[in-house]
């Protein structure tokens, strides 16, 4: 695996000299991107294979993107890329995210220890990612707004997406993709 970021950081580093002469095309999962994008992407982990195509007869089928002149640089991300806009984002009970939030909100409680405590409305916002197989990645679960000082709204919010039934995962080309969300949490006590 360390070879692999070696080579991989190795050929980025030679493809971005290349680039500092003349520009390529980069694209990934059919996307122009920029070189620091790929750049970034190589130093979280989630290049799996870089190619290079300079064969004019290979870079018409590339030629939708831009100016081919200079060559193509297609990225391959490794699996456990997460999308946040896939072409399918995936479906919940036969429904889409507005479906999920609705289930959630019915399948939330008010924390008992905090019952006492008189707060109209709190809000949690939560970011979370549903893996390729369609259930959520518990290590996932990120929140961004808590309801204050108390980590009971949050741990509530955490409990209840733990239990979520499968989804329907995302689909980019027509394969499973893991997809991240982000989601504000109502807690009221009207």
């Known amino acids: 695996m360390k070879r692999l970021f070696l080579i991989a950081t190795f050929t980025f580093a030679a493809l971005t000299a290349y680039a500092q002469q003349k520009d390529p095309i980069y694209i990934i999962n059919e996307c122009v991107v920029s070189a620091g994008e790929v750049n970034e992407l190589i ?3 989630h290049v799996d294979v870089i190619t290079v195509v300079k064969e004019p007869s290979e870079l018409k089928e590339y030629e939708k993107f831009g100016d081919t002149s200079n060559g193509v640089v297609l990225v391959t991300l490794k699996e456990d890329h ?3 806009a896939p072409e399918d984002p995936g479906k919940f009970m036969g429904g889409d995210i507005e479906t999920f939030q609705q289930w959630l909100a019915e399948n939330l ?3 008992e220890e905090i019952k006492d405590i008189k707060v109209d409305q709190v809000k ?9 197989h369609g259930y959520i990645v518990p290590s996932s679960i990120i929140f961004f707004e808590n309801g ?6 949050a741990d509530e919010v955490r409990r209840v997406l733990l239990s979520s039934p499968r989804w329907e995962p995302g689909k980019q080309k027509g394969e499973p ?3 991240s969300y982000v989601l504000p949490v109502i807690f009221s006590t009207k």
């Open 177 to 179: 993709v893991a997809v």
């Open 43 to 45: 130093n979280q982990g």
């Open 109 to 111: 409680r008010y924390p």
């Open 82 to 84: 997460v999308f946040i």
């Open 124 to 132: 949690v916002v939560v970011k979370f990612t549903i893996g390729k």
């Open 148 to 153: 204050g000082n108390n980590n009971a709204f």
